[in-house]
C-alpha cells in the first residue's frame, strides 16, 4: 500500500472508540500502511497510546452520550428515547462525514450499531463518492431483541432495515467463518472477508517469574490475606458488563463451587482445596448492579472481585492469570469474543460458554481450553482445574497446548486479509 499514500480512510464507531479494540487497530493498521485516517467515534476511554500518537491519525471524537437506566421504564418510552437518540446521532454523523471531514476514499463502520449506523454511513458514501466498508461484529438486531422480544415489530424493523442497508455495501468484513455463511445465504451478502480478532503484539505470554511479580502484586491490591498457606488460583474474567454476559450464570457457579470446595475441605482437612480469586475487568452498564450482588454473597473460598486495570497492566493480567474465563453468550450466536484472541496470545487457557457452533473456530474443547454450559459444569470445572493448585498437571497441559499453537497477531492477519480491501480498485 506504499504507493497508495494519498488514500483516505474514515472509520465510524457509533460508540466507546477507547473500548473499540478491533476498530481502533483498523485504525492503526491503515495508518501505518501508509493511509490517512479520520476517526469518528464517542470520547470516553483514552485509545491506545500508539494511535494517539499517529501521526496519520486524526480522532474526531464527540460527547459522549449519556447512558439513562431504562430497565423500569415501558416499552413505548424506551422506543421514544432510543428515536430522540437517533435522530442526534444523525445529524452528528451527517455532518461529520458529509460536510466537515476531507473526503474520503472509503468509509469503514463498524456494525452494530446498525441504527443509524448503515443509513448515514451509505448516503455519505454516495455522496461523497466513497466506498462502504461494513465490518460486521454481530448483528444489531440480534442485541436489540436482548431488550425486546425477537417478535416485537421493533426488532422485525431492525432486522429489516440491517439486512435492506447491509447488501448496499461495497466491500464486507466479519468476525467468523460462521457469519460469512450467514452472511452469504440469508442476507444476500456473499464473499465477506472473515478477520478474526486476534491478539496485538501487546498479548504475549510472560515468564513465571514476571508472571509470579505480578500477581502478587494484584493480590496485594485486592487486599487478599497472604497468610492462607498456597497462593490462590488467579482467574481472570474480562467483560464489558453487558447484556451479552451471563453474569447470573457466574454468580451462581461460584457459589456451588464454593460449597464444592467447603464439602472438600471437611472431608480432608489435611489437604484443603485451594482458594479462587477470580478477578472481573472491565467497565460497562451492569457493573453496579451485578457488584451490588457479588457484595451480597457469602463465600469462603471463591472470591469475585472487580478490578479496573490501566491498559498498560491489562495484557499482564491476562498473561499471568492462571486461566481465563468467558461468560459471553452471543446474541446471534455468529459473532467471537475478542476476549478469548486476548487471553490466548497472553497465553492463558480459556473456561468459555458454549453459546454455539461458531465458538470452535477459536476453542477445541479440552486442547486450549474447555467448554461450559451450566453453571453446575462451570463450579466443576473450577473445583477439579484447581484441585490440589499448585500445581495443576491438567491446567499446565491446557496452557502448553494454548502457548504451542498460538496464531497470528492482528498486524500479520490484517495484512493478509484486510489490506486487499483498501487497495482494490
Same mark, same amino acid.
Given at each position: 500500500?506504499?504507493?497508495?499514500?494519498?488514500?483516505?480512510?474514515?472509520?465510524?464507531?457509533?460508540?466507546?472508540?477507547?473500548?473499540?479494540?478491533?476498530?481502533?487497530?483498523?485504525?492503526?493498521?491503515?495508518?501505518? #500502511?501508509?493511509?490517512?485516517?479520520?476517526?469518528?467515534?464517542?470520547?470516553?476511554?483514552?485509545?491506545?497510546?500508539?494511535?494517539?500518537?499517529?501521526?496519520?491519525?486524526?480522532?474526531?471524537?464527540?460527547?459522549?452520550?449519556?447512558?439513562?437506566?431504562?430497565?423500569?421504564?415501558?416499552?413505548?418510552?424506551?422506543?421514544?428515547?432510543?428515536?430522540?437518540?437517533?435522530?442526534?446521532?444523525?445529524?452528528?454523523?451527517?455532518?461529520?462525514?458529509?460536510?466537515?471531514?476531507?473526503?474520503?476514499?472509503?468509509?469503514?463502520?463498524?456494525?452494530?450499531?446498525?441504527?443509524?449506523?448503515?443509513?448515514?454511513?451509505?448516503?455519505?458514501?454516495?455522496?461523497?463518492?466513497?466506498?462502504?466498508?461494513?465490518?460486521?461484529?454481530?448483528?444489531?438486531?440480534?442485541?436489540?431483541?436482548?431488550?425486546?422480544?425477537?417478535?416485537?415489530?421493533?426488532?422485525? =424493523?431492525?432486522?429489516?432495515?440491517?439486512?435492506?442497508?447491509?447488501?448496499?455495501?461495497?466491500?464486507?468484513?466479519?468476525?467468523?467463518?460462521?457469519?460469512?455463511?450467514?452472511?452469504?445465504?440469508?442476507?444476500?451478502?456473499?464473499?465477506?472477508?472473515?478477520?478474526?480478532?486476534?491478539?496485538?503484539?501487546?498479548?504475549?505470554?510472560?515468564?513465571?517469574?514476571?508472571?509470579?511479580?505480578?500477581?502478587?502484586?494484584?493480590?496485594?491490591?485486592?487486599?487478599?490475606?497472604?497468610?492462607?498457606?498456597?497462593?490462590?488460583?488467579?482467574?481472570?474474567?474480562?467483560?464489558?458488563?453487558?447484556?451479552?454476559?451471563?453474569?447470573?450464570?457466574? =454468580?451462581?457457579?461460584?457459589?456451588?463451587?464454593?460449597?464444592?470446595?467447603?464439602?472438600?475441605?471437611?472431608?480432608?482437612?489435611?489437604?484443603?482445596?485451594?482458594?479462587?480469586?477470580?478477578?472481573?475487568?472491565?467497565?460497562?452498564?451492569?457493573?453496579?448492579?451485578?457488584?451490588?450482588?457479588?457484595?451480597?454473597?457469602?463465600?469462603?473460598?471463591?472470591?469475585?472481585?472487580?478490578?479496573?486495570?490501566?491498559?498498560?497492566?491489562?495484557?499482564?493480567?491476562?498473561?499471568?492469570?492462571?486461566?481465563?474465563?468467558?461468560?459471553?453468550?452471543?446474541?446471534?450466536?455468529?459473532?467471537?469474543?475478542?476476549?478469548?484472541?486476548?487471553?490466548?496470545?497472553?497465553?492463558?487457557?480459556?473456561?468459555?460458554?458454549?453459546?454455539?457452533?461458531?465458538?470452535?473456530?477459536?476453542?477445541?474443547?479440552?486442547?486450549?481450553?474447555?467448554?461450559?454450559?451450566?453453571?453446575?459444569?462451570?463450579? #466443576?470445572?473450577?473445583?477439579?482445574?484447581?484441585?490440589?493448585?499448585?500445581?495443576?498437571?491438567?491446567?499446565?497441559?491446557?496452557?502448553?497446548?494454548?502457548?504451542?499453537?498460538?496464531?497470528?497477531?492482528?498486524?500479520?492477519?490484517?495484512?493478509?486479509?484486510?489490506?486487499?480491501?483498501?487497495?482494490?480498485?
Amino acid at each position: 500500500m506504499s504507493t497508495e499514500r494519498s488514500r483516505r480512510v474514515a472509520v465510524v464507531v457509533l460508540g466507546d472508540f477507547g473500548r473499540s479494540p478491533r476498530m481502533q487497530y483498523h485504525a492503526l493498521a491503515l495508518a501505518e #500502511s501508509g493511509v490517512d485516517v479520520d476517526v469518528v467515534a464517542y470520547d470516553g476511554t483514552p485509545p491506545l497510546a500508539a494511535l494517539r500518537e499517529q501521526p496519520r491519525v486524526r480522532l474526531h471524537l464527540l460527547p459522549p452520550s449519556r447512558s439513562r437506566q431504562q430497565d423500569d421504564l415501558p416499552s413505548a418510552l424506551i422506543a421514544a428515547l432510543m428515536a430522540l437518540r437517533v435522530c442526534k446521532q444523525s445529524l452528528q454523523l451527517l455532518w461529520m462525514l458529509g460536510l466537515r471531514l476531507p473526503k474520503p476514499d472509503f468509509i469503514l463502520a463498524q456494525n452494530p450499531p446498525a441504527i443509524p449506523t448503515l443509513l448515514i454511513a451509505l448516503i455519505a458514501a454516495r455522496v461523497r463518492s466513497a466506498r462502504l466498508v461494513i465490518d460486521w461484529h454481530n448483528f444489531g438486531f440480534s442485541m436489540l431483541a436482548l431488550r425486546f422480544k425477537p417478535e416485537n415489530p421493533l426488532v422485525r =424493523l431492525a432486522r429489516w432495515y440491517e439486512q435492506t442497508l447491509g447488501r448496499h455495501g461495497d466491500r464486507h468484513i466479519c468476525v467468523s467463518r460462521a457469519m460469512s455463511l450467514e452472511l452469504a445465504a440469508h442476507w444476500g451478502i456473499p464473499g465477506a472477508i472473515v478477520l478474526y480478532d486476534r491478539p496485538a503484539a501487546q498479548f504475549a505470554p510472560a515468564t513465571p517469574e514476571m508472571r509470579q511479580d505480578f500477581v502478587n502484586r494484584i493480590l496485594a491490591e485486592l487486599d487478599f490475606p497472604s497468610n492462607r498457606g498456597q497462593r490462590p488460583g488467579l482467574v481472570v474474567y474480562p467483560t464489558s458488563w453487558t447484556a451479552d454476559e451471563d453474569f447470573e450464570l457466574l =454468580l451462581e457457579a461460584a457459589v456451588r463451587c464454593d460449597a464444592m470446595i467447603g464439602d472438600h475441605d471437611r472431608r480432608d482437612a489435611g489437604h484443603p482445596h485451594s482458594h479462587l480469586v477470580i478477578v472481573i475487568t472491565g467497565q460497562g452498564p451492569l457493573r453496579d448492579r451485578y457488584l451490588k450482588e457479588i457484595a451480597s454473597l457469602s463465600l469462603e473460598k471463591v472470591h469475585l472481585r472487580a478490578l479496573w486495570l490501566a491498559p498498560e497492566d491489562y495484557p499482564m493480567m491476562l498473561a499471568a492469570a492462571d486461566l481465563g474465563l468467558c461468560c459471553h453468550r452471543s446474541s446471534s450466536g455468529f459473532d467471537l469474543p475478542m476476549k478469548i484472541a486476548d487471553l490466548m496470545g497472553a497465553g492463558a487457557p480459556v473456561l468459555a460458554l458454549n453459546y454455539g457452533a461458531c465458538l470452535a473456530e477459536q476453542i477445541r474443547d479440552g486442547e486450549n481450553g474447555l467448554l461450559f454450559e451450566t453453571a453446575d459444569q462451570l463450579a #466443576s470445572q473450577l473445583y477439579e482445574l484447581f484441585d490440589g493448585f499448585p500445581p495443576s498437571p491438567r491446567l499446565d497441559k491446557l496452557r502448553d497446548n494454548v502457548q504451542r499453537r498460538r496464531s497470528m497477531q492482528w498486524s500479520e492477519g490484517w495484512n493478509a486479509e484486510a489490506a486487499p480491501i483498501f487497495t482494490a480498485p
